[in-house]
């Protein structure tokens, strides 16, 4: 008998081990881009996480547990039981970043009488694209299942995204009703589809003559360009861009290469009389949103297009 439940421990500690195994690359963090910029910018301050009494913070919720458990953090409003909704999607080339980095635009945003979430999803050291892309669009639908437990009005959802992303976010909004872009496994009844698109300074189409992403990005699509061609341009929001795309607000950096495609994206919203918006935060860096005075900016922005596609 003992032999029997030693056994069932080791299989339970290795399946454990198992499904919790799995790189972290830490280099961009917000404390390090700091250093970066300081010099440059010696005016720039780290945007504050500010509680409010009249949101509620909810972190590390599990919204899937198929791989492993991935989790989100839930800013939401009080002062309604249905509220529009902001998924937040971090930035790090893919590769590094973590939900945490969007807490004080949370809690700015929500203050505001929106229920934010930070989503946690699979980055390329552990999964491929178009993982982190079902990851995301399976916390939608978590979301939206659960949206009396978040005071969420599940028929007004925007997606916001910074660097890497807001290419995912506006990956995800220009792909709604896809289903190549949806996790088969999936078993919610609720869609993904999303009502309004933020991109803070992510790039629209990977090979372009204003692009020049390389390494990082061809970690993450399985190969360069030359070998997976096929992934750079479905991964591309502006190949999917159509007369079913949302309204979309664009928040730049002074930086082209950081809104590759952006215009040509443009000219197919305006053919289709789609609602956008650009907003490039002159003599910025890449990462402003994580400083003021480039934070108060951003918030107003995003609150003001928000109040307009949703109030």
Same mark, same amino acid.
């Given at each position: ?47 504050e996480e500010i509680k409010n009494k ?71 050291l552990e999964a491929k694209y178009p993982?982190? $892309? +079902?990851? *995301?669009?399976?916390? /939608? ?8 437990? %978040? #005071?969420?009005?599940? @028929? ?117 009389? $789609? +609602?956008? *918006?650009?907003?490039? /935060? ?8 994580? %400083? #003021?005075?480039?934070? @108060? ?15």
């Open positions: 008998m003992k032999n029997i439940f030693l056994v069932v421990l080791i299989f339970l500690s290795n399946a454990i081990c198992a499904q919790s195994t799995y790189s972290i690359d830490s280099s961009y963090t917000i404390k390090k881009t700091y250093t970066k910029l300081i010099k440059k910018y010696p005016f720039i301050k780290f945007a009249n949101v509620a913070e909810i972190n590390d919720v599990v919204y899937q547990n198929k791989n492993r458990a991935l989790h989100l953090d839930a800013c939401f409003s009080t002062v309604k039981k249905r509220n529009p909704a902001v998924i937040m999607i971090h930035g790090g080339g893919w590769r590094s970043g973590n939900k945490s980095q969007m807490k004080a635009m949370a809690q700015q945003i929500a203050s505001k009488g929106y229920s934010c979430f930070a989503i946690e999803y699979r980055l390329s993982d982190g $892309i +079902y990851d *995301v669009k399976n916390a /939608i639908r978590f979301i939206k299942d659960n949206a009396l437990k %978040f #005071n969420v009005d599940p @028929d007004k959802i925007a997606v916001l995204g910074c660097s890497s992303g807001g290419q995912m976010a506006a990956l995800i909004g220009t792909t709604n009703g896809n289903s190549t872009f949806d996790d088969a496994q999936n078993k919610s009844k609720s869609s993904s589809k999303v009502d309004a698109i933020i991109d803070i300074d992510g790039v629209l189409a990977f090979k372009h003559p204003e692009s020049s992403e390389g390494e990082m990005a061809a970690f993450w699509l399985k190969g360069t360009v030359a070998e997976n061609p096929e992934n750079w341009k479905n991964a591309s929001p502006l190949t999917h861009t159509s007369k079913n795309t949302p309204p979309i607000l664009f928040i730049n950096s002074s930086i082209p290469r950081f809104h590759a495609g952006r215009d040509d994206m443009i000219n197919i919203l305006n053919q289709n009389h $789609i +609602y956008n *918006v650009v907003y490039t /935060i002159n003599d910025s860096p890449h990462s402003f949103w994580f %400083f #003021n005075p480039w934070f @108060d900016e951003v918030i107003s922005h995003t609150t003001r297009f928000l109040d307009k596609i949703f109030k």
